[in-house]
């Protein structure tokens, strides 16, 4: 994101061992959140289950993909939460290569955590999220090793 930090600048209280919750939105290729799902979801992560991650390695991995509108971005931000993720190929459509959920996201400096796998694994609260990058001057993206940690 033009106007945002690198890698380097990341804040890990965003991505590290962050209280999280997992929205079941199977079925919805645009998905919309609003503040009644978010209850709860200040300071946390928010996984949205799409299991889009299903089709890796197909070729339908690539089309008709889930993603989130512009105004679930605004109802995330409004809600204050420290990242989001999709378990889908990007949380924008590239329908039209518009991105208002990365720049609505990344310009309130909330990271963004595309491709999760294993979300039918999850509740939909009570652990923690953690996708650290590398400290890396300049970079903007990575990938990361994302996992989640369910509370016993």
């Known amino acids: 994101y033009a106007d945002g930090h690198d890698l380097a600048g990341l804040d890990l209280a965003k991505v590290a061992e962050v209280p999280a919750m997992c929205l079941d939105r199977r079925g919805n290729t645009s998905i919309d959140i609003d503040a009644a799902d978010l209850a709860g979801a200040r300071g946390a992560a928010v996984l949205i289950r799409t299991d889009h991650s299903l089709r890796w390695s197909t070729d339908a991995y690539f089309t008709d ?60 609260n009570g652990f923690t ?21 369910l509370a016993d």
């Open 65 to 124: 993909h889930p993603h989130l509108t512009a105004a679930s971005a605004r109802a995330l931000v409004e809600c204050g939460v420290a990242c989001v993720g999709i378990d889908s190929l990007n949380i924008d459509s590239t329908a039209t290569g518009d991105r208002p959920v990365h720049s609505i996201l990344l310009g309130a400096q909330i990271p963004i955590v595309e491709h999760l796998t294993g979300l039918h694994h999850l509740p939909p």
């Open 129 to 149: 999220f953690t996708a650290v990058p590398p400290r890396i001057e300049g970079a903007g993206t990575f990938t990361v090793r994302a996992f989640a940690t």
